[in-house]
């Protein structure tokens, strides 16, 4: 498919990382959070700070990403190499930061889950997120399947508990709105 993967896999994957940065700071994303400050960790989901500093909540999905693209790519191109593999990876999950950040997804957002004060991720924490799929997808290449089976378990009800919202539920109310999910996830029910 890609034969350019063939060559350089890993500084392939840092340019597409850096492409995808330039991107997004063109489409007019805020560098780092206009609090002025870079966390490590921000907890606290229903705040302006939100998707805008290094880690948060939703970084464990980024890392869900590494296991599904990992086990993607290891059927749908058993010759290609794990550097590889991960190039492909990056360059999906840089897609999706790029489209993710597009008006017409964050207003899907805003519109259909609970992330009304939702306004889209600072280039740091896109690129963060890149770096943390890279670290799931790492994790999958050395960890055994019921491993990192049972982690995306844990990671998906531990942000269920946590902050009312995981991949799954995250997937669901982009695709097709549910009501009752939407109640549950503002404290209701």
């Known amino acids: 498919m890609i034969d350019f993967l063939r060559h350089r896999p890993l500084q392939i994957a840092l340019f597409i990382t850096m492409?995808?940065?330039?991107?997004?700071?063109?489409?007019?994303?805020?560098?780092?959070?206009?609090?002025?400050?870079?966390?490590?960790?921000?907890?606290?989901?229903?705040?302006?700070?939100?998707?805008?500093?290094?880690?948060?909540?939703?970084?464990?999905?980024?890392?869900?990403?590494?296991?599904?693209?990992?086990?993607?790519?290891?059927?749908?191109?058993?010759d290609w190499s794990m550097h590889q593999r991960l190039a492909a990876a990056v360059f999906l999950e840089a897609a999706w930061e790029v489209i993710e950040n597009t008006p017409m997804v964050i207003e899907r957002y805003r519109a259909a889950t609970i992330s009304l004060d939702y306004y889209g991720d600072s280039v740091l924490n896109s690129v963060a997120d890149i770096g943390a799929m890279a670290v799931g997808f790492w994790l999958a290449s050395r960890l055994p399947v019921a491993v990192i089976v049972s982690l995306a378990l844990l990671s998906e009800i531990i942000m269920a508990v946590a902050i009312r919202d995981n991949l799954i539920l995250n997937i669901i109310m982009l695709i097709y709105p549910i009501d009752a999910i939407k109640v549950w996830q503002s404290g209701g029910g």
């Open 19 to 78: 492409s995808a940065a330039v991107v997004l700071l063109a489409m007019g994303r805020v560098p780092i959070c206009t609090c002025g400050s870079i966390k490590l960790w921000h907890g606290v989901v229903d705040s302006s700070e939100n998707s805008q500093h290094l880690m948060d909540w939703y970084t464990l999905s980024h890392v869900l990403h590494g296991f599904i693209f990992y086990a993607v790519l290891w059927w749908w191109k058993p």
